[in-house]
């Protein structure tokens, strides 16, 4: 019998010499001065950044940092804290051999989501997580670590969390039974595959680490801080399956200390731990156990339907080859349309469809659909109509084999041959709809009725009377100002994770996130009066040009506990908007131009700035305040408040191609209005022209670019 500590040490005894060994070969192959970076991060090695402190850049300073380790993160002695530390040392002698791996090459597994195993995860990734997150779509993370005792119930399990919206990664043998199984992995359905060793796990940790310094601001070398910030913040877990080698003993001292149990059905020279290591012996219990120990309480929808559903499937993508029907928007008339009716009129949970089924249609054919979903109570409002519209995209991407794209009568919906398979018809749409828009929003929804149209006939005739009703709203929305609304809102949800972080959404500036709008967040207090967003009154103005007003600063200086005393909304420079590090895009400054430079989170290329999206994200986030960099929307850039104090949208000089052509009828119109600039689009630079500062000053020469007439900004 060996003791649980002992087999710490000695499993973390078995990394190291995996990592010497892997090291010393790197060594020799490609010298002590070969650069080493990780892609896509701002961060380095994340876990010799958060635990050491330091910042590795060569495999020189990898080796020192490893001899380091060895020396003083190795304790042998029969004490909880020498194990935590072993612990997180095993931890860093995993990143080392990984490390070498990038040091050869930056896509040592492959690329995209066709590369066999997931490996390092970006700074991109991290950031995608932040919504979800705080929204509970995403309650936890689980780390199972197989084989599991069959293929079939590997398959189980995975859809079990998967069903339950919990982000899976999986280690060793699990990933192969999965293959077996022909589950769709990748990071969009949240289901990777990080690689086949234990040393893998370091990539886990390292995405867990980069959250707490990208959402908490936590500073690296403060390994109490990050202790305390995944044990209270990140809800992970462990599932290992029998037989539990040393090495993972020796990794599950690292998780424990964060914070993480570990369930497993291993029993021989292992011993539980109350609510840190767990054992289950029947591992068709993993799921209720794991979630239980870290007190996940998962909200179960009830929707009709034959498929999955959940969140998880979101941002599954359906392939020419793999689907039965196409419901083109941009070929045939379709819609989706939610109007408000009189309690009367509505007969609730009727779902109608008028014309035929999508069983009529040939696999792999066209074929239009228009949804009217008629809604009806005491609390509901015109507003809100297009606030429930847009959530029809997010609940039918949570259906397994459906892909949604786009809105109003620009939709684009494509059903799997597996989803039909499994019996999945045009009604069960409106099955989707109605359990989601009933269930997210009761307190203002009484009652749902919904109509599923498919004669060509009738969706021609439709598809006219809602453009009239889309027309409509636009003008309202248009009429919805800083200036003419009464209150503004803040919204707090991502403070589970920043907690210093406040948004404050205005008609003309939504959060950051990109998915709270003003409406929104009128709709979301409606619905919780005491929840994440709260009235924020505007009747004392301090400065209307950069947007101070003294009854914002202290709703900001309440909802931030203290920690912000005041912010300005239209200015970069001086008290900018907090960021929580979820952003959709960043601004920063660019001095040679004296404009700014703003690139989106899925642009991984260079910029003007000589950084990249992580690069320039690094230098704000966790709820701090940094002049000259500032987080935000992608729908605020065409805002005529984006940086209003210090001359509006004029000052950006440099956005990403595809950044560019998503916002630019928008913001060519405001840019028309505010300085009589047609196509102002075309002034601004992206990467086809070049991410040189000095051939940028020249092409802003050569477009008379308007931001040569301002004023400096520093």
């Known amino acids: 019998m060996k003791l649980l500590f002992n087999r710490v040490f000695d499993g973390s005894d078995e990394m190291v010499a995996v ?74 002698a995993a990143e080392v051999i990984e490390a070498c ?39 936890g993370f689980v780390v199972i670590i197989g084989p599991a005792p069959s293929d079939e119930e590997a398959a189980e399990l995975i859809k079990g969390y998967q069903s339950r919206a919990i982000f899976v990664f999986l280690i060793g043998g699990v990933i192969d039974q ?46 109490e801080e990050f202790d305390d910030y995944t044990f209270k913040r990140i809800r ?58 870290r007190d996940i309480k998962i909200k179960v929808t009830k929707v009709d339907i034959p498929v999955a559903f959940s969140t998880a499937f979101e941002g599954e993508i359906i392939r020419r080859a793999d689907m039965h029907v196409d419901i083109d928007g941009s070929k045939l008339d379709c819609f989706e349309w939610v109007t408000t009716k009189e309690s009367a009129e509505i007969e609730d949970h009727k779902i109608e469809l ?39 995209h997010h609940y039918l991407n949570y259906a397994e084999g459906i892909m949604h794209t ?62 009239k009703v889309y027309e409509t709203r636009d003008a309202r929305l248009l009429s919805l100002t800083d200036e003419n609304v009464e209150v503004f809102y803040n919204c707090i949800l991502c403070q589970s994770f920043s907690p210093a972080h406040v948004c404050v959404v205005t008609p003309e500036r939504l959060g950051l996130c990109g998915a709270v709008s003003w409406l929104d967040a009128k709709a979301t207090n409606e619905i919780d009066p005491n929840g994440s967003c709260q009235i924020v009154t505007k009747e004392r103005v301090v400065d209307e040009k950069l947007g101070i007003w003294e009854d914002v600063n202290e709703a900001v200086q309440t909802a931030s506990h ?35 430079v703003i690139v989106n989170r899925e642009h991984s290329g260079m910029t003007p700035l000589g950084m990249t999206f992580s690069e320039m994200a690094s230098m704000t986030g966790g ?47 405001t840019a028309k209005e505010l300085y009589g600039i047609d196509n102002f689009v075309d002034r601004i630079a992206d990467e086809t022209v070049t991410d040189d500062a000095e051939k940028l000053v020249e092409y802003l020469g050569e477009k008379e670019h308007p931001v040569l007439q301002l004023e400096p900004l520093m």
């Not at 989707?432 to 269930?439: M, N, P, R």
Request: with cysteine; charged share 25%.
């Open 101 to 139: 791996k990038y040091a050869k090459s930056p896509t040592p597994y492959g690329e995209g989501d066709a590369r066999e195993y997931w490996g390092h995860m970006s700074d991109a990734e991290v950031r995608e997580l932040g919504v979800p997150l705080v929204t509970g779509d995403i309650p």
């Open 178 to 223: 999965a293959k077996r199984m022909n589950l769709n992995m990748n990071f969009s359905v949240r289901v990777v595959p990080v690689g086949p060793e234990l040393w893998h796990v370091a990539h886990i940790i390292s995405l867990v680490n980069r959250a707490a310094m990208i959402f908490g601001n936590v500073q690296p070398g403060d390994q």
């Open 623 to 669: 709820g701090v305040q940094t002049p000259g960099f500032m987080g935000h929307g992608k729908q605020f850039i065409s805002s005529k408040k984006f940086m209003a104090a210090e001359g509006g949208p004029a000052r950006i000089v440099w956005m990403p191609k595809a950044l560019k052509e998503f916002v630019g009828a928008k913001l060519n119109k």
């Open 406 to 467: 786009g809105q109003r009568d620009l939709i684009r919906i494509r059903v799997s041959k597996a989803a039909f398979a499994a019996g999945f018809r045009a009604k069960h749409f409106g099955e989707i709809l109605y359990a989601k828009l009933k269930g997210d929003f009761d307190a203002i929804i009484d009652k749902v009725q919904i109509k599923v149209y498919t004669k060509p006939e009738d969706l021609k005739r439709l598809r006219a009377e809602v453009n």
């Open 19 to 92: 990592a010497e060994k892997t090291l010393n070969e790197t060594l020799k192959e490609l010298g002590e001065s070969a650069p080493l970076a990780m892609p896509d991060t701002a961060y380095f090695l994340a876990n010799h950044l958060a635990y050491l402190g330091k910042k590795i850049t060569t495999l020189g300073e990898l080796k020192a940092a490893f001899d380091e380790t060895k020396a003083s993160w190795m304790p042998r002695n029969q004490r909880l804290g020498d194990v935590f530390k072993t612990g997180f040392g095993t931890v860093l």
């Open 354 to 392: 008028i014309g035929p089924d999508i069983d009529s249609v040939k696999e792999g054919d066209r074929s239009a659909m228009g949804f009217v979903v008629e809604v009806s109570g005491k609390n509901m409002q015109k507003d809100f109509e297009p606030v429930f519209e847009r959530r029809i």
């Open 236 to 293: 992970a877990f462990v599932n290992a399956f029998d037989p539990l080698p040393d090495l993972t003993v020796a990794c599950g001292g690292g998780a424990i200390a964060m914070g993480f149990p570990v369930i497993t059905n291993s029993t021989k020279d292992v011993w539980p731990v109350p609510k840190s290591l767990i054992i289950q012996q029947n591992t068709k219990d993993f799921i209720e156990t794991s979630l239980e120990a």
């Open 562 to 596: 203290g920690s912000l005393q005041q912010v300005t909304l239209y200015s970069i420079m001086q008290d900018p908007m907090t960021s929580c590090g979820c952003f959709e895009c960043i601004c920063g400054i660019e001095p040679a131009s004296n404009g700014v």
